[in-house]
């Protein structure tokens, strides 16, 4: 028995956290990590977990009111905010979103210096701000992002189709997807 393969539509593209920071609506402001315009996002997800790794994908933003912080809950205590930190990195996690309020004021100094150390990309999320705002707001821009992908790529086959049906087939369709790939095509 011979398997077919069915084409399956090309990935959901990621967007960039620069993209979700110029939201004015969310109020969202980067404290730390590599520039903004440089981080992709595939999604996002809130866990309030003291180890979150078994639970991402990579490629989130993950977002927490740091309820799992002892200091949160008015229990005094060391929290490892270097290995929380590094777990998130080693699941390939591409920002932390950290709201304050309800259960802190501001993002905890050791979260600051510990996304620093790592590299993590550190988001401040505001009092007003939800997190299904924030993960809405992610998904309508890759649903965006998907619309102009694929006007993209259905353009370039109507132009590829046009230029099949001119006289001179083979040149056309070369000239056109030279002119899309903006470089040289050959037979």
Known sequence: MQETAVPSAPPTPPVSLAALLSRDDLGLRQITGPPAGEVT?????TSEMSDPYPYLLGGE???TAGVHIPEAAGRPGSFDFDGYVARIVAAGGAALGFGVAPVHDTVPAGLV???EEHGLPLVEVPPRTTFS???RAVWQLMARARLSELRRITEAQQGLAA?????DPVPSVLRR???RLEGRAVL
Do not use: D, E, Q, T
């Open 41 to 45: 996002i595939h999604g996002a997800h």
């Open 61 to 63: 933003l993950l977002l």
């Open 113 to 115: 210096a510990a996304c």
């Open 133 to 135: 705002g924030v993960a």
């Open 163 to 167: 230029a099949a049906s001119r006289p």
């Open 177 to 179: 997807l030279a002119g």
